[in-house]
Every structure is written in C-alpha cells, then in structure tokens.
C-alpha cells in the first residue's frame, strides 16, 4: 500500500456523498455501498457505466440518486461502452472541442452475472486495448436482480434458484468459484484487486491507488445480500467481516501481475462461522451438519493461505 | 468534383473521411471488411482525422459506438450479416438513447446455410429498432446517402441512428463511377454535431435509465416513432440542399418510366437494376411496366408510395428477403399503405428472388410481369411467386448425388 495515502483511517473516510440517501435498492445491499464508497474515493466527475444488474434499478425515469454522469449500456457489453465514452472525451479533447475540465474518470460497474458470465468477452476486449477505466464488479455470488440463480461466481456448497439443494441434490452448487481475479491478472491487467465494504480504509486506498495507474482498474468487492444470501440487512458489515476474518474473502491486489495480500488475518477463523450467517449454506448443516462439504471449504481456504504465504512470506494460522 | 471509379465499399468510407467523423469503433465481417480497412489505413496515414478502434465484436462495436455518440463524438461504422444479427440488442438501445451514428450494412444473406452473397434479412432484422434506413442501388447513392443520414440522424427534430444499406458484391466489390462531393460544399451542408445532454463533468446526466411502468415506456417509445416520422420532413429538406450543393436529387422513393405505367415493380436495393432493364424489355414489347424504388425505408414513405401505385392495374413487391411462414417483409408494408387508398391497385403480387446474392435472369423478371399482366387478365387472386428455376434446382439435386456417391 502507498505510505502516502491521504486514507489512514476510518476517519479519513470523505465526507462528501456523491449518492443522495434513500434509493430503490434492498436494505442492506453491500453492492450500492460499494459503489457510494468508491465514489467518495473517486472524487467527482465520473461517468458510471452500467450493465444489466442490481445497480441498473438505481435510475428510475425521471430520478437519480447520483450526482455523476450514468450510462446504461446491456448486459454484455459495459466495458464497450466505457470504451466509447473515453475514446469521446479523449477524441473531443484532442481536437480541442472539449475543455479539459469535463473530463470524467470512467468506471464500469457490473455485478458478477455480467463481469464473471455474459461480460467476460468485452472485458476481455477492453483489457486487451489497455483501456483507461475503472471496473467495479460488486460480487454477490449469484444473479441477485432476478432472485439469486448461479453465476460462475457462485462459490461452492451455496444453495441458489437454479442449484437449489434437495435430497437429491444436497450440497446446492457443486461448482467452483470462478477466480476472476487471476482471470483478470492472466490478461494483464495492470491493476487487480478486492475489496470488502468491511475493511473501508484498505477499500479506498485501493481506489486511490488505481487512480494513479494508467489503463484498466479492475475491482471485485464482496457485497453482502441479504435478500440472496439470506441474512439480516443489519448484519452485512459482520457477514463481510466474517468473509474476510474466516479467509474467504482475500483481500489483495495485483500490480503488473505482482500478487500481494493487503489484509493477511493472523489466524483463520473456521469457514463454520460464516457460512452459518447465510440461509444460502444452510443445507450443510440442517438437519445435521455434513460435515464433508464444510471440511473441503475449509481446506480450499487453509490451502489458498498456504500458497499465498509461501509466496509472499506471511503465515496465517490455520483454524483449530 | 471529377468522377473517379470506387467500390460501393470506398464510396462509403470516403463518404465517412468527408464528413469528418470523429470515432470508428470497428469489427471485420465479409463484405463489409474492405471499408474499416480503408478508414484504418486513412487514419493511420494521417489523412482521416478519426480515432479508430477494433472492438473485439459487433455488440460491443456498436455498444462503444453509441456510447461515443451520447458523449458527443460523431460515429461512423459497418457491419454485415451476422454481425448485424450479433448487435441487433444494441441497435434498440442506441435508438433509445436518441444517438445519431450511421452504420453502413452491407448486405448478406444470414446463417444457417451460412452464405457470402446479399439478401436483405440482415438488414431488414433491424428494421424495427429505430435506425433510420436508406438502402443505396449505385455506389454513387451509398456515398450521397451516407452525407445525408448523418444531416437528418443529426437534426435536433430527430436524433435517431441510421442505416445506410449497400449490397453485398453487387456493390460492395463492384467498381462504378463515383462523383465524391468538395469536401467544403460537405462542410456547408454537415456542420459539426451538436449532441443534446452530453456526458459531461459540468452537467451530469443519467442515460438509459430504467422505467418500471408501461406508460413511462409507451411515452419514449412513441417519442422515437415521432421523430422517425419527422425524419421525412428533415429527409425532404437535406436532400433539397444536398440537390442544390450537388445536382443530385435524391427523395425517399424513386419512380422508373411510372407515367402512364399500369405494372408496377417495387424493388430496392441493387437488383433493382435487374428491375429497370425488365421494365425496358417490356416497353419495347408494348406493355406499360413501370418500377418504384425504396430508397428510405425508416421511415417508411407510404405517402409516396401511395400516390405512386394509386390508379395501377397490377403491383408487384420483389422482396430480396424470406420471412418464413410469411413471406416477404415489404409485401405487407406495401399492402398495408395501399388499403385506403382510393384507386388502389386490382391486385399486388408477392415476389420473392435473390436470396443469398442468387441470379435472376432476364426470363425470370419477365416472367414476373407476364404474371402480372396474367393476374389483371383473368382476375385471379396472386399466389406468391418464390423464384428458382428448374436448372437451378437439378444443379442442387445433382451436386448431391455426387456427395452421395450415386452419380
């Protein structure tokens, strides 16, 4: 992390809103607070580029909650409408029709169904044309504006509309997580990392940071769903800092492709706690807990920590 | 300015240089391929003042290039076929959002069978989305239209997009004498765009907002059937300009030895060519043939079509184009003008030919006629002509036979 940041702590947090309180998505939602956090980061003049997602309810004709520039592009294609619209400004600028002052920082935001699934090839696109633009993809595991169907995102064990868990069935999604960060730092990305609305002093240095790097700018952040993952709207901050604290959020970053850890818990706190927190991993231990499934997600972590220490020279205790 | 010989490909790309286009997101299809080239090599010689981008599909080619419009970039860009097909979702949106960019099509018959000749179902997918459309019979119309879509897309009673359609081959790759317009005379009949609500750090606005209720949407959607039927009006006034700047006069139908005609054709696109020489073939037998062509089809000129096939004994609508189970696309819209038409035509024929670039022959567009003469004659209810002729048809039946071994 940059030992200049104007972030040090939680204090440091901007007062300025670019988000007016009060809009049409759920309570609780970890997504809407990751975009007003990263607004405050960002500072004004933005223009938000949108793909089909929980945040595309946030503009409602005739109103906006938000004081920047928004774009609604469709579900696969935002990162091509944030090529557009710099191309615009920079084409616009350079031949002097422009001032520099309307300039705008652009920035897609997306959930995981369109950055991990359907938006994956134009992301790939704007990667590859080393686009300069920021990516916020507010992952919650699933298709939450339909009613939590699985995305590639969806981790293991989670039980959603369309791998809901049944006798049959009894572990709700057998697939893996698709690790969309190393899909984003295989592509060269120069900058790559996660965030959680949980750890807001990590949350906007990393913005901060990108913002002194030229070309794409690619953020996950965890965002708590209660109406999806099933939890109290009140709790969304404890279930992120459970996703963080247990390991299965890593909180990291890649800069040219050098992976560094930002937030390395001293020891982990067992996978048990926060799947329990979620109606969506409630199969695994109701009736009785099966005890397997719970034991492989704890392992994958403990795992993942492993490596990731080995790598960079850290070791984190292994729950009990 | 002197003649010179350019593919209907060329015309359209140096139709886009003289406008002076700012932005060309682009993708590679046949046969549309040979225009981006020409706009990337002129960029990249330093003679276009564009920025050029490859987009790595049509979706997000068009995604970049409507965006760029609404943040207040003139766009230029072409596609064909499947990729028309691939960005239709796009073309809505764009059209939506009230961005004027123009989209050459070249036209190309659509999978499955995949094909590389021109049919006009790609272009006509789009036909209800929003875009404007001009399709173009010479390459001098694909440079003329593509000046006069930006003038009207751009005109504050419309901001809509437009399509200005070129056939496949038949124009595409096919050299005619062009006349490109003084690019200063350009300048005076473009000025630079001004777009309406930019994307801008001063004055933010939202873009492509949602609506949760019919009527909110029922007001944009009816807002864009309003402006593209302003477009007509904005469409007349250009094309008086671009007439008195350029001696070429261009209105939304053009009409072929329609005088006194009695057997009208309507026809669009290249192969009304093929249309034109019938109509002469059957003069020179003493019939009176006649031939209105489509040249804007968004809007849809019915006013003029209807006041030219009032008072004709037989119509026929050539649609280059399937809709299966149907027919053809322009029948119906050609039946539907004519209805309350008072001295409406006895009867109109549905023609379908041309599919995926294929030939028609001489005998084939008279017999098209002597159908229509033979329908006014004993007064028999058309039954839809689907041109293949016998020859053709063997030829399939024979290359098959080889592949199975039997011949």
């Known amino acids: 992390m940059s030992t ?63 004081k920047s520039n928004w774009l609604y592009t469709a579900f696969a294609s935002a990162p091509a409408g944030a090529q557009g619209v710099r191309d615009a400004l920079d084409v616009l600028m350079a031949k002097g029709r422009l001032p520099k002052s309307e300039d705008l920082k652009v920035v897609v935001v997306t959930g995981d169904g369109a950055a991990y699934d ?6 790939a696109g704007a990667l590859d044309r080393r686009l300069d633009f920021y990516y916020l993809c507010y992952d919650n595991e699933a298709y939450g504006n339909t009613g939590f169907q699985m995305s590639s995102s969806t981790p293991f064990g989670s039980s959603t509309k369309t791998t809901p868990a049944t006798s049959a069935f009894p572990l709700g999604n057998t697939a893996s997580k698709k690790d969309l960060f190393e899909v984003w730092r295989s592509m060269k990305a120069p900058y790559v990392a996660t965030l959680a609305n949980s750890h807001g002093v990590d949350f906007l240095r990393k913005v901060e940071k990108g913002g002194t790097i030229k070309g794409p700018k690619m953020y996950i952040a965890f965002a708590g769903c209660p109406t999806g993952m099933g939890f109290d709207p ?30 390395v818990p001293r020891s982990l706190t067992p996978v048990r706690e926060y799947l329990r927190t979620q109606e969506r991993f409630r199969h695994l231990f109701v009736p009785a807990e099966k005890t397997e499934a719970v034991a492989k997600i704890q392992e994958s972590v403990v795992n993942y920590w492993r490596m990731a220490g080995e790598r960079e020279g850290f070791s984190v205790k292994p729950p009990a | 300015m002197k003649a010179q010989l350019l593919t209907g490909n060329k015309a359209a790309a140096a139709a886009a240089r003289l406008a002076r286009v700012d932005y060309i997101p682009a993708y590679p299809i046949t046969p549309q391929t040979e225009i981006i080239e020409t706009v990337a090599d002129w960029v990249r010689a330093g003679t276009m003042d564009s920025r050029f981008v490859q987009l790595e599909s049509e979706h997000s080619m068009m995604t970049a290039a409507g965006a760029a419009s609404l943040a207040g ?68 119309e694909v440079a003329d239209l593509v000046l006069l879509a930006y003038r009207v897309a751009e005109d504050h009673r419309v901001m809509l997009p437009a399509i200005v359609n070129l056939d496949g081959f038949y124009l595409s790759f096919t050299r005619e004498r062009v006349q490109l317009p003084d690019q200063e005379k350009v300048d005076s009949f473009l000025p630079p765009y001004q777009p309406v609500n930019p994307l801008r750090a001063t004055k933010p606005v939202s873009r492509g907002s949602s609506v949760f209720e019919g009527f909110v949407y029922s007001y944009f959607k009816y807002n864009i059937h309003a402006a593209a039927l302003r477009a007509k009006k904005v469409f007349a006034e250009a094309a ?32 009304t060519a093929l249309g034109r020489q019938a109509v002469k073939r059957m003069r020179e037998r003493g019939v009176r043939a006649g031939l209105l062509k489509l040249r804007m089809v968004r809007p849809f000129p019915s006013d003029e079509v209807a006041t030219l096939l009032r008072g004709r004994k037989v119509v026929g609508v050539f649609d280059q184009n399937l809709a299966p189970g149907a027919g053809g696309i322009f029948y119906p819209e050609i039946a539907g003008t004519m209805y309350h038409v008072k001295g409406r035509p006895d009867a109109i024929l549905p023609i379908v030919g041309g599919l995926g670039g294929k030939q028609i022959t001489g005998k084939e567009m008279a017999g098209v006629f002597e159908e229509m003469l033979a329908i006014d004659r004993e007064g028999k209810t058309p039954a839809p002509m689907f041109l293949m002729r016998e020859d053709e048809l063997s030829r399939v039946k024979k290359a098959v036979a080889i592949a199975e071994g039997k011949q």
């Not at chain 1, 938000?48 to 004709?61: D, E, H, K, R, V």
């Not at chain 2, 970039?73 to 239709?88: C, D, E, K, N």
């Not at chain 2, 123009?102 to 989305?129: C, F, K, M, Q, T």
Request: hydrophobic share 40%.
């Open chain 1, 4 to 66: 200049t940041s104007r972030f040090r702590t939680l204090k440091d947090m901007p007062v300025q809103d670019y988000l007016s309180p009060g809009n049409t998505l759920c309570a609780g939602c970890g997504g809407i607070l990751a975009v007003r956090v990263f607004h405050k980061a960002l500072g004004p003049n933005v223009a938000w580029i949108n793909a089909a997602g929980c945040m595309t309810i946030l503009m409602s004709y005739p109103l906006s909650p938000l």
């Open chain 1, 234 to 263: 009140k709790d969304t901050i404890e279930v992120e800092k459970l996703a963080v604290q247990t390991g299965i959020w890593p909180l990291k970053e890649s800069v040219d492709g050098v992976v560094k850890h930002t937030v």
């Open chain 1, 118 to 123: 359907i938006g994956l090839q134009s992301t």
């Open chain 2, 73 to 140: 970039a003139r766009v230029f860009t072409a596609t064909s076929s499947q990729g028309m097909l691939y960005t239709i979702e796009m073309l809505y949106n764009i059209a939506g959002w009230r961005a004027p960019m123009v989209l050459v099509n070249v036209s190309r018959g659509v999978a499955a069978p995949i094909v590389l000749e021109p049919d006009h179902n790609d272009v006509l997918a789009a036909r209800d989305s929003g875009f404007l459309q001009f399709h173009s019979e010479t390459c001098q």
């Open chain 2, 240 to 271: 008086r300009d671009y007439e008195q700047l350029f001696g070429r006069a261009y209105g939304p139908v053009e009409g072929y030895m329609l005088e006194d005609a009695d057997y009208v054709l309507v026809m669009s696109n290249s192969f």
